[in-house]
């Protein structure tokens, strides 16, 4: 663990001295150009809100209707086939729309059977190994205001089902 | 897709709710969804002012640069075509460099960057181009090497070993990110000729 802590505190730390030593030893004007950077960033900000409003709003609503639970209860017999434990279902549902709803969910599967249950160990490498998949692909395509998005979401989602589906195969093989 | 979806979501919902007896939490969270957001783009505004002031000093000083040269194969075999020293590439590699580490903060408002820097390279600015795709997919499936986060609510639930999940991460999102991003190269196939003829005749409307 403590070679864990060691890297989560030291990487950014050490990341914002390099960039600033070897910025002022090749004379860069940093803090001109912090400041141009920083404007940026404020303005894409701004771009995405209206997305983010849109989406947020959508999720809260769907967490709030209790459709995910009547999923869980729908696909567990399925789940069971491939091997899925059922318990990890509302987070395998949950991580790709809310990122704190998905991590909530981890904590309830952690206090409820343990950080080292199967359950508990299957949703350890789903939580670590997929993304707030909608989020992130609405904040990315509206910071540049693009309205085709293509086969985004499908290429997304078939990484997300690999993801679940791979994470039960995985803990299996590698932690028996 | 996205248009079907947040209909979808929303109608769906408000269905749901009214069948399980939850609409007024429907309703409630109809209201207060935007405040929410708000809230996030508040929070998230720091964190883009912040990285983004850090990267350029980084990109002036030739820090980015330096990192697109060693990671230049790499980059030619997932983003063919994108030239490995422009802009757009090395935005994209602070984003995967900020994503492997676990800096989720930092990784969102680089690939922002990534995404304004595509687009400029983009001759149809409303649709997705194949590395604008190729670069999202990338994102959602999350190639990350320590989950700080996972690791650190392990400890406190007491498990034995926190870090044994670790190989187990590895195989499973490198299997996810594989898969995502063949998916989104097969799915790209029937599109390539009408996008190109597209772009010819932008171009020739132009000129």
Known sequence: MSGVKLVSVWAVPVFVSLVLVVGVSRRVQVFDEFLAGAGDGLRTCVRVLPALVALMTAVSMLRASGIIELLVEGIAPAAGLLGIPPEIIPLALLRPVSGSGALAMLENIYATYGADSLAGRVASVLQSSTETTFYTITVYYGAVGVRRKRHTLAAAAGGDGTGIVLSALAVKLLLG | ?207
């Open chain 2, 1 to 207: 897709m996205l248009n079907v979806i947040w209909v979808g979501i929303m109608l769906i919902s408000i269905a749901a709710g009214a069948a399980t007896g939850k609409l007024e939490q429907v309703t409630n969270a109809l209201l207060g969804g935007g405040e929410q957001a708000i809230t996030l783009a508040l929070t998230l505004g720091g964190a883009m002012c912040l990285w983004g002031g850090v990267m350029r000093i980084a990109e002036k000083g030739g820090l980015t640069a330096l990192l697109a040269k060693v990671l230049a194969p790499l980059m030619r075999l997932l983003f063919p075509g994108l030239d490995p020293s422009g802009a757009a590439c090395r935005a994209i590699l602070m984003n995967m460099a900020a994503n492997f580490l676990g800096l989720g903060n930092a990784a969102t408002p680089l690939g922002i960057r990534a995404m304004n820097e595509l687009s400029q390279l983009n001759p149809e600015p409303q649709s997705a181009s194949r590395h604008m795709i190729t670069f999202v997919v990338l994102n959602t499936a999350s190639i990350q090497f320590l989950p700080t986060t996972v690791a650190t609510l392990r400890l406190k639930y007491g498990a034995e070993n926190p870090l044994n999940i670790l190989p187990a991460v590895w195989l499973t999102s490198l299997g996810a990110a594989a898969v995502a991003i063949a998916l989104s190269h097969l799915f790209a196939l029937p599109n390539k000729k009408p996008q190109r003829q597209a772009s010819a005749s932008r171009r020739k409307a132009k000129a």
